[in-house]
């Protein structure tokens, strides 16, 4: 079993800034992908950032030179900090991981339950 929670959001301003966590957890080989997206009402899900297996971080558009993303590969965490937000922003946070698990290594995506962020003054 895998359990991935996300932890950070909430209500800021426009112009505020955030830190998502993102933590696994579970009979985890190792981690070979993680990601986040996001998803607004009414809006399809949608990639926000993530790191390739070859450790290149990738970051959509509409985030670039706001958010970073990082990771802790020790605590099996990441991270997403996101400044300069504005109510663009506002959406269900997800974080997805893909990851080789005990005992077969068998590779599989895994997501969390998602944390909303809400920009509004």
């Known amino acids: 079993q895998v359990h991935v929670v996300e932890s950070g959001g909430g209500l800021v301003q426009p112009g505020g800034s955030l830190r998502l966590a993102c933590a696994a957890s579970?009979?985890?080989?190792?981690?070979?992908?993680w990601a986040w997206y996001r998803q607004a009402p009414g809006k399809q899900r949608e990639l926000v950032s993530n790191?390739?297996?070859?450790?290149?971080?990738n970051y959509a558009d509409s985030v670039k030179g706001r958010f970073t993303f990082a990771r802790d590969n020790a605590k099996l965490t990441v991270y997403l900090q996101m400044n300069s937000l504005g109510p663009e922003d506002t959406a269900v946070y997800y974080c997805?991981?893909?990851?080789?698990?005990?005992?077969?290594?068998?590779?599989?995506?895994?997501w969390g339950q998602g944390t909303q962020v809400t920009v509004s003054s």
């Open positions: 997805n991981l893909g990851a080789r698990t005990r005992p077969t290594y068998a590779e599989t995506s895994y």
């Open positions: 579970g009979i985890i080989d190792s981690i070979y992908a």
């Open positions: 790191v390739t297996t070859g450790g290149v971080t």
